[in-house]
T-cell receptor, first 116, second 111 residues
Framework: DAGVIQSPRHEVTEMGQEVTLRCKPISGHDYLFWYRQTMMRGLELLIY????????DSGMPEDRFSAKMPNASFSTLKIQPSEPRDSAVYFCASSLAKGLLNTEAFFGQGTRLTVV | GESVGLHLPTLSVQEGDNSIINCAYSNSASDYFIWYKQESGKGPQFIID?????DKRQGQRVTVLLNKTVKHLSLQIAATQPGDSAVYFC??????????FGGGTRVLVKP
């Protein structure tokens, strides 16, 4: 398996523009997580899905952020309109819950977003 | 991945020495803990995990210790190598499989 795949790797956009980040989780994984990483706040969980259903979106900072998972192999994180303070590295991760046992989450390489 | 920060604690260690990285977690209901390593420009990479019914777990050159009484987790790296230079994060999972990360510790290995 190629691991968690994110695109694009880098995105530079102007303030006010819509940004869409994409993620393909590891095949067979039933959990998908979106994280944001900044120098000041570290790794923050934005939202996570189980079997394509959003479970907890309490980390989504504002209504400008939205995430979808239309099927088991694809998820998007959208920011509209984007602002300079949204500049960060956005990570997608996936994991497999084996019954009651938790397992580790595997991370993609991240998307570095710069809003100017 | 931009994992460094002005306030990130740093551990400097001589090559060949052992490293100990500490982490305090917040949720007493957390039942699963993971250590991740993040190198510059990459996503966090799994190192080792431990469940709450264990106190210690060993991997290859790494050992994780869990003290539930004081909600403390540590990662020990034996014979630290230059390739171990990175930022290390502890993460905890509570009900619902929600994975929450600590602030991270930068490890610098001196030759």
């Amino acid at each position: 398996d190629a691991g968690v795949i994110q695109s694009p790797r880098h995105e530079v956009t102007e303030m006010g523009q819509e940004v869409t980040l994409r993620c393909k989780p590891i095949s067979g994984h039933d959990y998908l997580f979106w994280y944001r990483q900044t120098m000041m706040r570290g790794l923050e969980l934005l939202i996570y899905f189980n079997n394509n259903v959003p479970i907890d979106d309490s980390g989504m900072p504002e209504d400008r952020f939205s995430a979808k998972m239309p099927n088991a192999s694809f998820s998007t994180l959208k920011i509209q309109p984007s602002e300079p303070r949204d500049s960060a590295v956005y990570f997608c991760a996936s994991s497999l819950a084996k019954g009651l046992l938790n397992t580790e989450a595997f991370f993609g390489q991240g998307t570095r977003l710069t809003v100017v | 991945g931009e994992s460094v920060g002005l306030h990130l604690p740093t551990l400097s260690v001589q090559e060949g020495d052992n490293s100990i990285i500490n982490c305090a977690y917040s949720n007493s209901a957390s039942d699963y803990f993971i250590w991740y390593k993040q190198e510059s420009g990459k996503g966090p990479q799994f190192i080792i995990d431990i469940r709450s019914n264990m106190d210690k777990r060993q991997g290859q050159r790494v050992t994780v210790l869990l003290n539930k009484t004081v909600k403390h987790l540590s990662l020990q790296i034996a014979a630290t190598q230059p390739g171990d230079s990175a930022v290390y994060f502890c993460a905890e999972k509570a009900a619902g499989n929600k994975l929450t990360f600590g602030g991270g510790t930068r490890v610098l290995v001196k030759p």
